[in-house]
């Protein structure tokens, strides 16, 4: 089968007055119809139409803007609608979360007031043992406060720092901009245990952190994504107040756990600020519960004891 165009009926075959085959020049005459006549017949005749009819009719717009207004409404409603449902089938596990954290802040209140109580109470007990030993004589008085103050179990004023350690930003997802999981600016318990290490090593007498007073028993561990001083949650920003001789500030300033902090700060925008006082005052620790050691028995079986420790971790 020939490709070529057969010329139109009336029209002679074979190479035309300028040597050109009359197929070739019948495909070049139908692109200028085509380019001449873009229109399509529907088009061309609506036009028409509406060019002897005249322009719409009022009516006819406004039944036009009436159904407009009615598939917006519709909309509308439908999205209305479907947010309501959204709302009503919220997970189970919101709702227990947001009951759970109501309980955490109740408790936590209570605590908090049942701890000030209890400092109220043995601040007066403390009174009067101290009138009692007075009326005894002697120097028994001072010599107990000074073995309170070295186990925490005494409020203790004087010069000192402040150590403070904050939470680095969340960093964010460059394309979705929603933050991200994994913060290694984020200040762990190993942190704020080699902070205080360091600061017991460079002479300090006393330490609390956000408040929480240090004694022989006290523990800093982390319990999920919180951070437990003494079982008692703390939060960033934490603030490491301490107690000491005037060489302290100098002695950590130099050590290397300073410098190491120092470089998380730039590596990943951790917060971390030291600060002198003057006058400092820390409160009394919590009670301590005291253990005993006891004598094995000849011949009992001896299991060794096991103890949480702070968690592991780190950079």
């Known amino acids: 089968m020939s490709d070529a165009v057969e010329p139109p009926k009336g029209e002679p075959s074979g190479p035309g007055p300028t040597g050109k085959t009359w197929g070739k020049a019948f495909g070049a005459d139908l692109l200028a119809r085509l380019y001449e006549t873009s229109l399509e017949p529907g088009y061309a005749a609506a036009a028409e139409k509406r060019r002897r009819e005249g322009p719409q009719r009022p009516s006819a717009r406004r039944l036009g803007k009436a159904g407009t207004a009615a598939m917006a409404l519709l909309f509308g409603v439908l999205v209305a609608v479907t947010y309501r449902h959204a709302v009503a ?17 109740s408790q936590r209140a209570e605590t908090d007031a049942l701890q000030r109580r209890a400092d109220r109470l043995r601040e007066q007990v403390s009174n009067q043992r101290d009138q009692a030993l007075s009326l005894a004589g002697g120097d028994e008085a001072a010599r107990l ?18 150590v403070t350690l904050t939470d680095a930003p969340p960093p964010k997802d460059p394309v979705t901009g929603k933050e991200s999981s994994e ?6 318990d190993v942190d704020i245990q080699e902070v205080v290490n360091e600061l017991w090593r460079d002479g300090a007498e006393a330490v609390a952190i956000d408040g929480q007073r240090l004694g022989a028993t006290s523990t800093i561990r982390t ?7 003494d079982f008692r949650p703390v939060s960033s920003p934490y603030k490491i107040t301490v107690i000491g001789p005037g060489s302290m500030g100098d002695r950590f300033g130099s050590s290397a756990t300073d410098a190491r902090y120092e470089g998380f700060v730039k590596r990943y925008q951790m917060g ?15 009670d301590q519960q005291l253990r005993y050691a006891h004598p094995v028995r000849p011949g009992a079986s001896v299991s060794p004891s096991t103890s949480a420790s702070g968690s592991g971790g780190g950079r």
């Open 183 to 188: 913060n290694l600016g984020r200040v762990l």
């Open 89 to 105: 089938a919220e997970p189970e596990s919101h709702r227990t979360h947001d009951q759970l954290v109501g309980a955490v802040k």
């Open 272 to 286: 971390f600020s030291v600060q002198r006082s003057a006058r400092l005052t820390l409160p009394a620790a919590a």
């Open 145 to 162: 406060h000074a073995l309170e103050a070295a186990n925490g179990l005494d409020r203790v004023r004087g010069p000192g720092l402040t």
């Open 223 to 229: 319990a999920g994504e919180a951070i437990l001083v």
